[in-house]
């Protein structure tokens, strides 16, 4: 069973603050990771990927990823009220068509 | 720009009736993708296609199937619906079979069986 874990929260922050969301794999043969956005009631919008180990930045965003440790992490910097959501985690395997979703991490960040 | 389209937005439903749900790719876009997101719940990957053959199966019931056209767009039909059925669905399409840089997503199908 291939799993990606999240911790569900919620996470609250207080606006100006960052926020660090977390994910774990099983699935050693998972080649790339993303993380999603969702609020409620909406699609699922992308923020970032990672394939490589190490830290990748986009704007306010950084992701991390650790294959050796099975882990992946998103940091939000300068948390404003509308990055209020749930962000799922998601990991592709080689070869693979499916994501597989974490629970996702409800964060809430307080003005 | 172009995203993915689907329709309808809203579906209500009887149980034991029968649902089609369409999803229209950003075009040039090869592969369509479709997961189920009960409430609360994190999307479950139901089936995807890649060149209209399919492509990868989840966990799509029987009494479900789907199908990619010539035109790339993709229809989900749902038979003998269930009070369990009532969810999102989702769309998504890519180019190309896991696509690294990640699926783009529709705005969603809410389907209510009652």
């Known amino acids: 069973q291939k799993e990606v874990e999240q911790n569900s929260g919620p996470l609250s922050v207080p606006e100006g603050a960052i926020a660090s969301l977390n994910c774990t794999y099983s699935?050693?043969?998972?080649?790339?990771f993303f993380w999603y956005r969702q609020y409620s009631g909406k699609s699922p919008e992308l923020i970032m990927f990672i394939y490589s180990n190490g830290d990748k930045e986009d704007g306010r965003f950084t992701a991390q990823l650790n294959k050796a440790s099975q882990y992946v992490s998103l940091l939000i910097r300068d948390s404003q009220p509308s990055d209020s959501a749930t962000y799922l985690c998601a990991g592709l395997g080689a070869g693979s068509y499916q994501l597989t979703f974490g629970k996702g991490t409800k964060l809430s960040v307080i003005p | 720009a172009a995203g993915v389209i689907q329709s309808p937005r809203h579906l209500i439903k009887e149980k034991r009736e029968t649902a089609t749900l369409k999803c229209y790719p950003i075009?040039?876009?090869?592969?369509v993708y479709w997961y189920q997101q009960g409430p609360g719940q994190d999307p479950q990957f139901l089936i995807s296609?890649?060149?209209?053959?399919?492509?990868d199966k989840g966990s799509i019931p029987d009494r479900f199937s789907a199908q990619q056209f010539s035109d790339y767009h993709s229809e989900l039909n749902m038979s003998s619906l269930e009070l369990g059925d009532s969810a999102l669905y989702f769309c998504?399409?890519?180019?190309?079979?896991?696509?690294?840089?990640?699926?783009?997503f529709g705005s969603g199908t809410r389907l209510t069986v009652v």
């Open positions: 296609f890649y060149e209209k053959m399919q492509s």
């Open positions: 998504a399409s890519s180019l190309g079979g896991g696509d690294v840089h990640g699926y783009t």
């Open positions: 075009p040039r876009h090869d592969t």
């Open positions: 699935d050693r043969g998972s080649q790339s």
